[in-house]
């Protein structure tokens, strides 16, 4: 990307009132500590004060931002509009769950600017959510979807898990099509995996849980990808889907685009400038390191010419605008390999660009090596 | 004045031939017993290993006999496989006597008897030694009886031992003093000394083992190599000790070693015969033969970057190996490397297996040819070892395959097995000879192509390990012979091409596409295996390509991680071959060589 491309602020909320058995991201479950994280939050915004240009994207995500206290919300919002700046048209997401959905939080959220919510639904089927551990039930999704529709934010995406153990093709096909009786401007499909460290992980260790073969979850995955097609989304992306390309996710483009972004709480990446560091992950430790003025930085690298070349193939075969042949000119073999994908059926040539088709973001993870080396 | 007897220890394999020598050595006072490890003779890590003895050591033993007269007794280690039989037959050559192993619990066995024919054609005195009588179910009266019978040797004379114990000893040493005949010739003869074994120091040069027959060698004398004429100028003489010990001298009768400088392998060559420029033995002796390579295949980097560190290992190697030989070969698939002549198929195990333990090689094999010989339409004659210069099929008047007499010893009950092995490797003309009751010796004519990839294994699978093998080149005979080309995706593999007998063609082409099937991996789309011959495909497989590998999520905190995964899966791919697109692991170039149910 040569052109000019605004900053993405990430704010990592890591607070849930209970854990889901396959999530691994970091959060905790005693709420009593939000008030240390936001004191720590304010000061590493000063960190980076003049260190990025004007955002075009403010992204919460967790954890379970919607568990924070309006109050709290809006102080965090005060400090990250004194620190940073945005410009006029940012796209504001906050990720909610549908429990947390109730009209004066959305009242709270629609008065700080937040266009664009991001709802953790994950099924429209109860044994489904039993099953994950969810707090709400497929009655009290549908309850808050319509809660978000009613309160016209400009965004509603809905996202959704796949290749659950006991279900089928028909009963994930009825959470499809629920959830596009919404018609929400975004959908995102999560392949359930287990992993390692995560309670799911454990349990399909020991044999407990079995998760779906291969060819299931490539058959679940072409499904949604056709279904969701004939619908008018755009599949642009492994799990996401857009109702139309106004409606792609600024935040998340910015990560596959390889575009500069900052990460503030505990365990968020952050990218500038071919450099990318991460915040230490415990949040008492993170606090501390504030506390004592120290950056809460856990890890930096800069990429390599030959590094930032693996990362521009391994992002690019995920998304629909794939990448760009110039990359591989001087590049021995690649023309080669290329013509094999392409009799493969597994990416096509578009003006200038090896895209992938849907048989190619199934094997997403196993492209880029072909390239590399 | 110390009298000398030169001999060796032959046996089946596992009836303590090591176990005795180490014993021998111990009893002559050679090593403290703190110090002394399991098989001295057998250095080489490998030879503990496989329990085998690849090349031949030598050691002088001081002996004080009960009539209180000093010896030193030279006991020759032999190696005991097929391909060094030509080593073997040099060392007992500079024998006067033999030492013939039999298990007390065992019994004669098939290596028992083709050792003690080798020990005759060398008019050697063979002294039977029944071992491990410590055992359970050692039966000596019915050993003694075998011996009789079936070895047609004095069971009375036989001694009793446990080498494990070391019981019997002593006796073994009085016997070898007593009933092996004392080496003849003269010392103020002219020089004749018979090489059974080389070796290369990086400092010394070639350290050449031989048995003198006649005259006396000192430092200060030019020698000359009668095979080819070369002179040189000797450093050191001496004899084996656990390490050399220098000798003002050695003469006739005696085994040492000769130290002059040579650092041209080429001209240390096992059989041949070192005389004195200035006063020659009118004529060598008998047996020299010029060893030549019978089994090729190529070498070849598993990183082209590699290559001049394969190079320089093969160069250090061959200088402890005269008998092997190799050259630059290049491949379209696999590029750069080296063809590579062997004596057998141990010896190319045995290369394989050093280079990469000693000199810490990765590197790729193919599969072995032999030299097969073309007449083309023109006339001329070829020599091709290497299917990379198979002729054009249309120019091609004959073509021609080495074969050998293939002898076969074991217990009459394996007969059917053993014809049927041999008539599938295109074993024709079988004769039997049955050199002792109930035991059989098969003879064969086969092509050599058939014994050189498993036969040995087969064999011994077949025969429950009781069969032992041996052969002799007899010549090349007419043969149909294509040249079967492996096809992955469409590109042909030349590293896998293979000259074979069109009526094992298809054959072999089953199983390698079989066995490649295995052994890549699953791609991101089809991969089609094929074998054929000229434009015709005789064989398919196909390694279907995986469905899924994709990861639902890959936000801000993934793509380090992801990253990190693709530079080290970057690393294993310089471990594999790039066909076109299609990644082949090294293993699958091994795999191809092994049949099925190994």
């Known amino acids: ?373 | 004045m110390i009298k000398i007897r030169n001999f060796s220890i032959i046996a089946h394999i596992d009836h303590g031939k090591s176990t005795l020598a180490d014993r021998m050595i111990q009893g002559a006072g050679l090593v403290e017993q703190r110090l002394f490890r399991d098989q001295i003779l057998d250095s080489m890590d490998l030879e503990r290993e496989r329990g085998i003895t690849i090349k031949s050591h030598t050691i002088t033993l001081p002996y004080v006999s009960r009539s209180g007269e000093n010896f030193a007794l030279n006991l020759l280690d032999t190696p005991g496989h097929v391909d060094f039989s030509y080593e073997v037959s040099r060392a007992l050559a500079s024998c006067d006597g033999v030492l013939l192993l039999v298990d007390a619990s065992q019994g004669v066995q098939a290596q028992t008897l083709s050792n003690l024919y080798k020990a005759m054609e060398h008019d050697l005195t063979v002294l039977p030694v029944i071992n491990k009588i410590d055992l359970p179910s050692a039966d000596v009266a019915r050993v003694k009886e075998q011996i009789d019978q079936e070895l047609g040797l004095d069971p009375d004379l036989a001694i009793l031992c446990s080498a494990k114990d070391g019981i019997g000893i002593e006796e073994i040493l009085e016997a070898i003093v007593e009933r092996i005949p004392e080496p003849k010739g003269l010392p103020e003869n002219p020089l004749a000394a018979l090489i059974f074994d080389a070796r290369y120091d990086s400092f010394r040069g070639a350290i050449v083992s031989c048995r003198l027959f006649e005259g006396t060698v000192r430092p200060g004398d030019v020698i000359r190599f009668m095979s080819n004429q070369a002179t040189y100028k000797v450093e050191e003489v001496g004899i084996f000790r656990l390490s050399r010990e220098p000798r003002d001298q050695l003469s006739a009768g005696e085994v040492g070693y000769i130290i002059s400088g040579v650092k041209t392998v080429s001209d240390t060559r096992i059989g041949d015969t070192i005389t004195l420029h200035s006063n020659p033995t009118p004529a060598p002796l008998p047996g020299f033969k010029d060893v030549k390579p019978v089994v090729f295949s190529s070498l070849y980097p598993i990183s082209s970057e590699d290559y001049p560190s394969l190079s320089d290992s093969l160069e250090k190697y061959k200088l402890n190996d005269a008998a092997f030989v190799y050259q630059k070969d290049s491949s379209a698939a696999l590029g750069q490397g080296f063809r590579c002549g062997f004596l057998g198929l141990l010896h190319l195990e045995i290369v394989q297996e050093r280079l990469e333990r000693e000199y810490d090689q990765a590197f790729i094999m193919t599969v072995p040819s032999v030299q097969y010989q073309f007449t083309l339409e023109e006339g001329s004659t070829i020599s091709v070892d290497n299917p990379q210069y198979y002729p054009d099929p249309i120019a091609i008047a004959s073509s021609a395959e080495p074969y050998i007499r293939a002898s076969i010893i074991a217990p009459e009950r394996y007969l059917g097995a053993i014809m049927k092995l041999c008539m599938e490797r295109r074993g024709v003309n079988s004769r039997f000879n049955y050199p002792a009751p109930g035991r059989l010796e098969i003879l064969f004519d086969m092509p050599l192509a058939e014994v050189i990839v498993d036969f040995y294994d087969k064999l011994k699978t077949v025969t429950q390990g009781y069969g032992s093998f041996d052969y002799e080149l007899i010549g090349y005979r007419e043969s149909n012979l294509v040249k079967l080309d492996i096809l992955v995706n469409g590109e042909k593999v030349d590293a896998l091409s293979l000259i074979v007998h069109s009526d094992r063609a298809r054959e072999w082409a089953v199983q390698v596409c079989d066995r490649l099937q295995e052994e890549i991996p699953r791609h991101q789309f089809k991969i089609a295996i094929q074998g054929a011959i000229g434009g015709k495909i005789i064989s398919r497989s196909t390694v279907n390509p995986f469905r899924k590998d994709v990861t639902s999520k890959c936000y801000g905190g993934d793509i380090t991680r992801k990253r990190k995964l693709l530079e080290k899966q970057k690393k294993g791919k310089r471990k594999m071959k790039m066909v076109g697109s299609v990644m082949i692991p090294q293993s699958a170039f091994v795999a191809v060589l092994k049949t099925k149910n190994d």
């Open chain 1, 1 to 373: 990307m040569t052109e000019f491309t605004h900053p993405g602020l990430y704010v990592h909320v890591p607070f849930c009132k209970t854990k889901c058995p396959y999530c691994d991201f970091y959060s905790v479950t005693s709420l009593s500590s939000i008030q240390d994280w936001l004191e720590a939050i304010k000061r590493e915004m000063l960190l980076y004060r003049d260190r990025f240009s004007r955002f075009d994207s403010l992204y919460l995500g967790g954890g379970t931002p919607s568990l924070l206290p309006d109050h709290d919300l809006a102080e965090l919002h005060h400090h990250l509009l004194r620190c940073f700046s945005f410009s006029s048209d940012t796209e504001f997401t906050v990720e909610v769950n549908p429990d947390d959905i109730h009209s004066s939080k959305l009242v709270a959220l629609r008065d700080l600017g937040v266009n664009r919510i991001s709802m953790g639904v994950q099924s429209f089927d109860d044994q489904d959510l039993r099953f994950l551990k969810r707090r709400h039930t497929a009655d009290q999704a549908v309850k808050a979807i319509d809660g978000l529709i009613g309160a016209a934010f400009a965004k509603v995406g809905l996202d959704l898990m796949y290749g659950l153990p006991g279900q089928t093709e028909s009963s994930w096909l009825k959470t499809l099509e629920q959830a596009t009786s919404f018609n929400p401007e975004h959908i995102s499909c999560y392949q359930l995996t287990a992993e390692e460290r995560t309670p799911f992980g454990m349990l399909r260790a020991r044999g407990e849980i079995k998760l779906p073969d291969e060819e299931t979850g490539s058959t679940f995955f072409i499904l949604t990808s056709a279904f969701l097609e004939e619908k008018g989304y755009l599949h642009y992306e492994i799990s996401n889907f857009a109702r139309g390309e106004e409606n792609l996710c600024r935040h998340n483009l910015k990560y596959w685009h390889r575009d500069p972004y900052l990460g503030l709480g505990p365990s968020a990446h952050s990218y500038q400038a071919g450099s990318r560091w991460w915040n230490l992950r415990d949040l008492e430790v993170y606090c501390r390191a504030l506390a004592e003025g120290k950056p809460p930085v856990a890890g930096l690298e800069t990429l390599t010419p030959e590094q930032v070349y693996l990362e521009t193939i391994l992002l690019g075969f995920r998304t629909r605008e794939g990448v760009d042949r110039e990359i591989f000119r001087n590049r021995p073999g690649t023309e080669e390999v290329l013509r094999h994908l392409r009799q493969a059926g597994l990416v096509h040539n578009v003006s200038g660009r090896v895209v992938p088709t849907v048989k190619g973001f199934l094997v997403a993870d196993s492209l880029p090596l072909l390239f590399a080396g």
